[in-house]
């Protein structure tokens, strides 16, 4: 079974950064596809960035591009979110999600983190 842990949020002001940490224990996340998603109060949830597999195949959500960047370190079964020039609509919880079979959907989540941008 597979444990997925985000850390790393937290309150800042518009256009500060942050940087999230997904930790996954009980399996190795190398060539699996790794995804960040997030859910505002009062609204669904929304796909922010996915990485895929071995070759890190990265795809963003238009609303994030040019300020996030997703990465990995498979020696350290982590994947990371680097976040900058937060604004104000950013504010959600954030996931990550591990997808063992692509296209059935992601498979295990983490708990989430909170991020909260202030203007």
């Known amino acids: 079974q597979v444990q997925l842990v985000e850390s790393g949020g937290g309150l800042v002001q518009a256009g500060d950064s942050l940087r999230l940490s997904c930790a996954a224990s009980g399996g190795s996340i190398s060539g699996y596809t790794m995804g960040w998603f997030r859910q505002a109060p009062g609204k669904e949830r929304e796909f922010v960035a996915h990485i895929r597999g071995s070759f890190a195949y990265i795809n963003y959500a238009d609303s994030v591009k040019g300020r996030f960047t997703i990465s990995r370190d498979n020696a350290k079964n982590t994947v990371y979110l680097q976040m900058n020039s937060l604004k104000p609509e950013d504010t959600a919880i954030y996931y990550c999600?591990?997808?063992?079979?692509?296209?059935?959907?992601?498979?295990?989540w983490g708990q989430g983190t909170q991020v909260t941008v202030s203007s």
């Open positions: 999600a591990l997808d063992l079979v692509p296209g059935t959907g992601y498979d295990y």
